[in-house]
């Protein structure tokens, strides 16, 4: 059975930094591009950060940019999202997720996406 499980989510001051972790069991995703979204109360889910299977190239929505890394280790089967100056609109529960297609080019689209963790929620207080 295929899971993507996060961790690392929590309660932060504005400002503050955190780590997610998402580790993926069941398979290898080695070889497939990488995703975190994030889901606000009432809201629709977006893109947050993707990433190429080698790491090499990463993608970013805009109001993170230079504020969050996505980063993966593939001997660990696993994804992070290090979140620096956050900001209480970063409010969400956050989703890992893995893109179908071996060695394809990382979306922001959650539909291109095929394999999704629980979610963990991430609050950060004014």
């Known amino acids: 059975q295929v899971r993507l499980v996060e961790s690392g989510g929590g309660l932060v001051q504005a400002g503050g930094s955190m780590r997610l972790s998402c580790a993926a069991s069941?398979?290898?995703?080695?070889?497939?591009?990488r995703g975190w979204f994030r889901q606000a109360p009432g809201k629709e889910r977006e893109f947050v950060a993707s990433?190429?299977?080698?790491?090499?190239?990463?993608y970013y929505t805009d109001s993170v940019k230079g504020r969050f890394t996505i980063s993966r280790d593939n001997a660990k089967n696993t994804v992070y999202l290090q979140m620096n100056s956050l900001k209480p609109e970063d409010t969400a529960v956050y989703f890992c997720?893995?893109?179908?297609?071996?060695?394809?080019?990382?979306?922001?689209?959650?539909?291109?996406?095929?394999?999704w963790g629980q979610g963990t929620q991430v609050t950060v207080s004014s």
């Open positions: 997720a893995a893109k179908g297609g071996s060695f394809s080019i990382p979306t922001p689209r959650a539909l291109d996406y095929d394999y």
């Open positions: 990433i190429s299977w080698s790491g090499g190239s990463t």
């Open positions: 069941g398979r290898t995703f080695s070889t497939y591009p």
